[in-house]
């Protein structure tokens, strides 16, 4: 029963986020000879990654390293040298299914691999008593999928669902394939 609401959630939650994605910002050419520093690309402007910021997590999607880090602006995903703020605050990390375990990446083949970013826990408010979860699960209200296809990365919308995004739980494979099928990869909003 709570998966389903979970599953119904999650799918209004990816329908109702369609939108049309900004087109993607061009990086400024470097001098030769000039050393290359992570920079965050934001809608706006490039600024640079917090100073000593090492990854807090890492996924590789397909042929494409990615890795979490924490920048300015939140959380953010770091490929090549590249910083890409995430629009979560942090802290962060990589969803995976239970306690220990690694990032969950699904293979959808010819759609594109996926990976999902949830933000902080929830505060307490954010907890159904109707459903399992409780405070002490760290569950999120706030994530955002990661999708490779074809050596290109892109981000899937912004999603919020209260308490929604559980750690220690993990999210049902066809919630995945949800975000893998909502929309022509072309899009959404692409880093790579």
Request: hydrophobic content about 45%; aromatic content about 4%.
């Amino acid at each position: 029963m709570v998966l389903g609401i979970r599953l119904i959630v999650a799918a209004a939650t990816l329908l109702g986020a369609c939108s049309a994605a900004p087109a993607p910002e061009q990086a400024p050419e470097q001098a030769p000879g000039a050393v290359e520093t992570p920079q965050v690309r934001g809608a706006a402007s490039t600024t640079p990654a917090r100073p000593g910021s090492a990854p807090i997590d890492r996924v590789t999607l397909g042929r494409t390293a990615v890795a979490l880090v924490d920048a300015e602006a939140g959380c953010a995903v770091r490929i090549g040298r590249t910083v890409h703020p995430l629009g979560i605050p942090a802290p962060c990390r990589l969803l995976g299914r239970g306690r220990s375990a690694a990032a969950v990446v699904e293979d959808y083949g010819a759609h594109g691999r996926v990976a999902m970013v949830i933000g902080p826990p929830a505060p307490a408010t954010d907890y159904n008593p109707a459903m399992a979860e409780t405070p002490a699960d760290r569950c999120a209200s706030i994530g955002r999928a990661i999708i490779e296809r074809d050596g290109r990365v892109a981000l899937g919308e912004v999603m919020r669902s209260p308490a929604g995004y559980c750690p220690d739980i993990g999210m049902d494979e066809k919630f995945y394939y949800g975000i893998a099928h909502a929309r022509p990869f072309a899009a959404r909003v692409p880093l790579s």
